[in-house]
């Protein structure tokens, strides 16, 4: 049993080994025709090592099943971010111990962030002995040997390290789709914003070496895929752990040569962001003008106290020079309301810069006290009802710039990457721009990865419609 402990998960060294993954040959198709259900909760990262999860899971005989009553097996990964993330995984587990009351040979797992947490995996230990493994972020490569012991010598496995250890290169994946792909490119964060668990959760800042990426970019180019979304907690610390000249804008570039025709990142922090990064975004047709770039607050106060370091002027100044050197950028945010103290004034702060950067989307949250946290030790006097009623104006406010932005492409002709037919509109397909704008549009003999072009003839404030361009 291996256990999670919170002053480990603080400690970064960055001392590291690349290793390869490998699976003994008698663990291949031993659980021959068993069914699985995974459910994803959180960030694309999470996601990806979803599709890490799957692969690793078929490679065991596995097969995966949409319905997890009738699965053999029930993965749950799992989310810290927010206490709701938390609820929901907690929802699933009492659902999933019904079920193993009626079928006791079901195998019950949960992985992700929440099983980094010393009190989710002290709860577990003492109130849920029926799950039969537990294991964190770090030893995702292990999950076929910690759920071969569990159902091999029937007894609970928790295995959660620490410490983020080495790095493992060639994990299986299996990909949802065969046009778009998730390419992890740093681990973990040494930001340590006050309210957030993820440093906690993800460990250390760790580069995968350049020669890696390029070289499953480069494959993924040759299977056809049309969008590589580049990942990490921080993508703009790439690199600083490896090497003293190559960050993300020379990998960027590197990557732009590639027969890619869409490449993108996420998530940057305003902290890093650097001149080479915008140039070599402008410069490329094949980077996306996108761009993630949480804000936070829009207050220099609260920006303080969050430990984001940077301010509201240094953020401006940032996404003018952006909104100036990359033609047609679009740019969204993160937003938490709610922080304690947060005053109407550091409020309005927010909105401010709200009002002046006018957001093609953006994603706002109420601020969640997390475990083991600084901000959690702040005295909050600000009332649930007053941090509702914040989101809502805050929320009012994007939305009416969104439909403003969305308004101005009326007629435009844009380029959409299509995902499939649209479960809303029958006959219509659904697919996204180069700003990562979602249209609906009408047109045929087209198909899932096809990058076509769409006359735009409606804005709404989440979507645009419009019709395939002759
Ligand atoms: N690495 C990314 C953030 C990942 S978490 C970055 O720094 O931009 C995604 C978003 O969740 C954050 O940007 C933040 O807005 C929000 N978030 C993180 N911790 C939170 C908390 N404790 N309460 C509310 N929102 C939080
Ligand atoms: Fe969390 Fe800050 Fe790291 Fe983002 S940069 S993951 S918000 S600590
Ligand atoms: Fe959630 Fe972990 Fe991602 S806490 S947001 S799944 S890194």
């Known amino acids: 049993m291996e256990l999670p402990n919170y002053q480990e998960a603080r400690i970064r060294n960055k001392k590291y080994k690349t290793l390869k993954y490998k699976i003994e040959d008698g663990f291949k198709g031993k ?76 195998i019950v797992g949960l992985c992700g962030c929440m099983a980094q947490e010393e009190g989710v995996v002290k709860e577990i ?135 890619i025709p869409r490449i993108t990142f996420m998530t940057s922090h305003p902290w890093d962001f650097t001149d080479k990064m915008i140039e070599v975004i402008a410069q490329n047709k094949n980077i996306l003008p996108y761009i993630h770039l949480p804000l936070q607050s829009g207050s220099n106060r609260i920006l303080k106290l969050m430990g984001r370091r940077y301010t509201k002027e240094s953020y401006l100044e940032l996404f003018d020079k952006m909104k100036k050197k990359i033609p047609s950028v679009s740019i969204s945010t993160d937003i938490i309301v709610g922080f304690p103290g947060e005053t109407d004034q550091d409020f309005q702060n927010t909105l401010d810069v709200v009002n002046y950067c006018k957001y093609d989307n953006a994603f706002t949250f109420i601020y969640s006290p997390r475990e083991n946290t600084p901000a959690a030790k702040l005295k909050d006097n600000v009332s649930q009802e007053e941090k509702e009623n914040r989101l809502h104006i805050l929320n009012n406010t994007v939305n009416k710039y969104f439909l403003e932005n969305n308004m101005k492409l009326i007629g435009s002709v844009e380029d959409v990457l299509v995902e499939g037919l649209s479960e809303k509109k029958k006959d219509n397909y659904y697919g996204y721009t180069r700003t990562k704008k979602l249209v609906n549009f009408t047109g045929e003999n087209i198909k899932a990865g096809d990058i076509v072009k769409v006359e735009i003839t409606e804005a709404k404030t989440w979507s645009l419609d419009g019709k395939l361009s002759k």
């Open 125 to 259: 230990m003492q109130k849920y002995h029926w799950l039969n493994f537990v294991m964190g972020t770090h030893n995702l490569y292990r999950l076929p040997y910690i759920l071969d012991q569990s159902i091999e010598l029937n007894t609970q496995q928790i295995e959660v390290f620490s410490k983020e250890g080495d790095l493992i290169e060639e994990i299986p994946v299996k990909r949802d789709t065969g046009y778009k792909a998730w390419v992890n490119i740093i681990y973990g964060c040494d930001k340590f914003c006050t309210y957030c668990i993820v440093p906690y959760t993800r460990g250390g800042e760790r580069s995968r070496k350049k020669e890696d990426i390029i070289a499953e970019i480069k494959q993924l180019a040759e299977l056809g895929y049309k969008e590589v979304t580049l990942l990490g907690q921080n993508v703009n610390a790439y690199g600083k752990d490896l090497y003293t000249d190559y960050g993300l804008g020379e990998l960027l570039a590197d990557i732009a040569q590639m027969k």
């Open 31 to 106: 659980y021959q025709n068993k069914t699985y259900f995974l459910k994803t909760y959180g960030c694309q990262m999470n996601e990806h090592d979803s599709e890490n999860i799957k692969a690793m899971l078929e490679e065991l005989g596995f097969i995966e099943t949409k319905d997890y009553m009738s699965a053999d097996l029930i993965m749950l990964n799992t989310c810290s971010i927010r206490e709701n993330a938390h609820n929901k995984a907690f929802g699933m587990l009492g659902r999933c111990k019904n079920l193993k009351e009626k079928r006791p040979n079901l």
